[in-house]
């Protein structure tokens, strides 16, 4: 009976085995995060019209920055349908 190999391990952006990096990866998305949250509230400050459209744009820029930290490789050409 024949056995086959296990897949091997995803890459990651940030590196498997290093945990300074990682960490330094993880503050700097709380950074950008906090960052970005402070100046949408301070456009709401300046202007509710100006804050209410610069909160939509928040909402994507969050998201983006939530899904650059995801360990999931991306994806390649190739694999694409």
Do not use: E
């Not at 998305?29 to 960052?35: E, H, K, V, Y």
């Not at 970005?36 to 300046?46: E, P």
């Amino acid at each position: 009976m024949s056995r086959i190999a296990p897949p091997p391990f995803p890459v990651i952006a940030y590196g498997d085995n290093d945990p300074v990096a990682r960490a330094r990866f993880r503050a700097r998305q709380f950074l950008f995060a906090a960052i970005t949250v402070a100046f949408t509230v301070w456009c709401w400050k300046q202007s509710p019209i100006l804050g209410a459209i610069l909160t939509f744009l928040t909402k994507h820029v969050l998201v983006a920055i939530i899904v650059a930290g995801l360990d999931h490789p991306q994806a390649d050409a190739a694999d694409a349908p």
